[in-house]
């Protein structure tokens, strides 16, 4: 595959891996890759856990689930993000940012203009919305034959420095060369967010994962081959579309858009 159709074919996994345990080769290559990453006065600020035990991918999967559960049902999820969601394609091609949710069950399109209001909030807590979506989400997490856990050396980040900044910089470049490589690969790999969103739970997954005092859990992501086809899940969105050239790109200085662009992008 072609450097550049690695790029554009890049995506996030939304839907479930085939079952096969990801090869020792593959996992290494994931790891060279990754580490050729660029970083201030060579650091190398990463670190990565892999993760195969079941038993672990199952605990982790049960804390992901229920953390999905408790934000959705307390409405923070919503709340936060609220921004990001659309629930039209019009929405969508007005703002070319954020996930345009064109698949849901048919039990969850009516409250698409009432999600973010407290009516609508109590109306799925009653129908038990967030823990089917909980659920599903553990079924994901607890489907994937690899997780990598990110860390980041605490030696090389310093708040207030300037070296942070280069520090998850680097940490940003890592896991972007490991995303491109899963695409060269025939893998796919989301990221396992909601603990994130609940600060106990992701003590809970450090604690797991035994992360000593001097590294900080950065992020975990879920890794898999993906099924020649697979149907999408119930509950799916796109996020492809990007913003105009227009809208992020400036010529000379930030006061003058770059024009002319727009109209040889796909929309």
Known sequence: MEFLDVVFNRKTTNGPFLPDKVSEEHQQLLMKVAAAAPSQFNSQPWRFVLIEERETIDRIAEISGASMTKVMAEGTFFERYKKYFRFSRQEMDEQRSGMLFDQLPPLLRPFTKRVFTPSGQSLMNTLRVPRTLGEENRKLVAGSPLLVGVLLDRAEYRPGQLSAFYSVF?????????????????????????????????????????????????????VGYLPKTHARPAIDWSSRERKRASQYVFRGTCATPQTGWDENEQS
């Open 170 to 222: 680097s940490m940003g470049a890592a896991m972007e060369n490991l995303w491109l490589a899963t695409v060269e690969l025939g893998m796919g790999i989301q990221f396992v967010s909601f603990p994130m969103e609940a600060p106990e739970n992701w003590k809970r997954i450090e604690e797991l994962l035994e992360v000593p005092e001097d590294l900080e859990l950065m992020a975990v992501y879920r």
